[in-house]
């Protein structure tokens, strides 16, 4: 009887410290303090904030991304982009690998080779255009640039080279001054020409061509010593048999004088400013020789 009466009292204290325990297994309410409207919440691995309003805390939604846009291609150069002048150079060196050059023929058809020169011709307008407005001195607003009257040879080729011409309008005169293609006249135009072929870009003089020219020579004689004759090719055979593709016409005395540029200008302000600095020698020495 005694022993049961104490396993009774045992029991009974046991009861009342269990209840005033928390069971092991029991994890404390998360609370979640109120979050005012409009919080800015950093974004990690983002320079971004997003606003989170009061309703929208609990849910487990992915932020909103701001789309920026960019400026047009036109107005944002792209990396290792070219000048108008480089590119020249890069559709002269496509039309040349899609010619058979000992046939002048076209394997795969003349379609991308016609292209490619109608191509080049409007770049080369352009380009003229915005260095006749920005060539100065030495009586520069009298120059004008002739077309070339025609992009496709008798043989069927297409060119795959160019040039821009500028020549004075009047000698000292008044007289007009013949362009003279074709080297007729012994007082033709002597030229300051940029010469553009899949080798480079060259920047001289080509004097009159006439074999009997009553001023080449002396127009020869004043050059300084860095604008070297780079002798053009009277030859029939495709350009790319030539020193750097530069080809002239049968019958004329074909000559260069000039500076050979092979590297990329890059940018078309740093090729006007080559431009420039070569007037700025031979424009003087261009104006003395009007004729």
Known sequence: MLTKLIQFFKNLFSLKKSANMTPAFDIEPEVNEPVPDNVEIELEDSQETTQISQGQIYEEAEPKIETVISASPEETPLEGALSRADDIVRLCTKSE?????????????????????HEIDRIRVGLAEDILN?????????????????????????????????????????????????????????????????????????????RAHLTREKL????????EDLQPSAGNKHESFYPLRLKGRPGQKNQYFAVWYSKPFKTDEKFFETISANWGILGEILNRFRC
């Open 97 to 117: 690998a899609l010619t058979d050059v000992d046939s002048k023929t076209y394997p795969k058809g003349d379609a991308e080779p016609k292209s490619l020169a």
């Open 134 to 210: 920005r060539l100065n001195a030495h009586n520069s607003s009298m120059l004008r640039f002739p077309p070339i009257q025609r992009q496709q040879f008798k043989s069927g080729q297409w060119r795959s080279y160019t040039w821009i011409d500028f020549l004075y309008e009047a000698d000292s005169e008044g007289n007009d001054i013949d362009y003279d293609f074709i080297a007729k006249n012994v007082k033709g135009a002597h030229l300051f020409r940029i010469w553009f072929t899949a080798d480079g870009v060259g920047v001289g003089i080509r004097p009159g061509a006439h």
């Open 220 to 227: 020869i004689a004043a050059l300084p010593e860095k604008f």
